[in-house]
């Protein structure tokens, strides 16, 4: 669930603008998770992740309090 989380707080970042954030977190994460097989995925995600942060949050099922972030908007 920490992986989800954090992925999901990254795309709350990004909704709030601080994009520069929510990168470095997703690149800490996927150095957690490990670049090797999942490099072209990943860095997919984090280039277009101020295009779609929003979508993304909703698909990884975060918790509610995650969630509930973007609700506070």
């Known amino acids: 669930m920490l992986y989800r ?3 999901a707080f990254a795309c709350y970042l990004v909704v709030k603008g601080e ?3 929510a990168k470095k977190i997703l690149r800490c994460l996927y150095d ?3 670049w090797d ?3 072209t995925y990943f860095s997919n995600l984090i280039d277009s ?3 779609f942060a ?3 949050s909703i ?3 975060a918790n509610m309090e995650i969630l509930d972030l ?3 908007k």
């Open 19 to 21: 994009v520069l954030a």
């Open 54 to 56: 929003e979508e993304y």
């Open 70 to 72: 973007f609700e506070a």
């Open 37 to 39: 097989n999942n490099k």
């Open 59 to 61: 698909e990884i099922v």
């Open 49 to 51: 992740i101020e295009e």
């Open 32 to 34: 957690l998770l490990g």
């Open 5 to 7: 989380n954090s992925f």
